[in-house]
């Protein structure tokens, strides 16, 4: 009944004019980037039924991206890591080695290795001392000591010069010792550090050669960016014009509607009028009869043109 009723209003029409409008102005709204072609970097193409996009790089940048990613491909220097391996290898022994080393050991070497040196000199001196005493007469003068007995006063003088000396070195033979072995920690942690610097070294170039093979392949895609932006720009002036084209379709809706209400109203009038025995008074039936002085169609049992008929013309 309803499609009937849409039918002879014509609200059905109207509907489907209505939803047809809305879709028209919902693609002209649509966000569409635009296809570049002819750039250097490539060309960008975008597929609005299946909403893909695709873009080509140009022959310049494919051969200069895939000298980049060839090396990066290639994998690393493996000469590079073999050496970086050993400075590393050997950076650590040297740094056990000290860490481990005995100081006191050490230290005592220094100091015995120091009065060697230094015995020569001190028996020259002893000697030239010995020689003056004699020489002068105070070879047999003597002093009481704090250890008991007597000793020479220069001599004792020298002596007690000499014990410094021992001493000091003996002290000096501690901080050699100590201060070469953090100095070959030191130089231990170094050669690690580089060494293994330098196995790393061949991992990073592949990074960089597939950094900069990416940095190519998105510098492609420049074309692809340039179309999206166009796309931006155009969409204001897209979604004006649908509104435009929305609004027109209201005012032909909205005139559509106003013709259908008036339709619909005479309709409704006429189903009443006849519901209201209009069409029943017309034919001469009814209560008031005013076309017929008989009554009805007629008087006779059933009905018809007996008995009054059409008695008084109709008027």
Do not use: C
Not at 219 to 237: E, H, R, W, Y
């Amino acid at each position: 009944m309803g499609s009937i009723v849409g039918a002879l209003t014509g609200s059905t029409g109207a509907a489907k004019r209505a939803a047809a409008a809305q879709r028209a102005a919902g693609d002209m709204a649509q966000y569409k980037p635009w296809d570049v072609t002819g750039s250097y970097f490539g060309d960008a193409n975008f597929d609005y039924q299946d909403n893909t996009a695709s873009y080509n790089l140009s022959p310049e940048l494919i051969q200069l991206r895939d000298m980049f990613m060839n090396q990066a491909l290639a994998g690393p220097d493996q000469a590079g890591i073999d050496d970086g391996n050993y400075i590393k290898t050997a950076g650590r022994t040297m740094f056990d080695e000290a860490y481990n080393r005995d100081i006191s050991k050490n230290a005592g070497k220094y100091y015995t290795d120091m009065q060697d040196l230094m015995a020569p000199g001190r028996a020259r001196t002893e000697q030239r001392l010995a020689n003056n005493l004699f020489a002068s007469g105070r070879m047999g003068q003597g002093v009481a000591s704090a250890g008991g007995g007597y000793v020479n006063p220069e001599r004792m003088e020298y002596l007690t010069a000499m014990n410094r000396e021992d001493s000091k070195m003996a002290f000096d033979a501690q901080a050699q010792a100590r201060s070469e072995r953090l100095k070959d920690m030191q130089s231990g942690l170094g050669y690690y550090g580089i060494g293994n610097d330098m196995r790393l070294d061949p991992y990073n170039d592949v990074y960089k050669m597939f950094g900069m093979g990416s940095g190519v392949e998105e510098t492609g895609q420049n074309p692809f960016k340039i179309g999206m932006g166009l796309g931006s720009a155009a969409q204001s002036g897209d979604l004006a014009r649908a509104n435009a084209y929305m609004g027109a379709a209201q005012t032909r809706l909205n005139a559509d509607q106003a013709n259908i209400g008036t339709f619909t109203n005479l309709i409704g009038q006429g189903a009443g009028w006849v519901g209201g025995g209009g069409f029943s008074d017309l034919m001469g039936g009814g209560t008031s009869a005013p076309y017929a002085s008989g009554g009805g169609w007629g008087s006779g049992s059933r009905g018809g043109m007996q008995g009054g008929g059409w008695s008084t013309p109709l008027r």
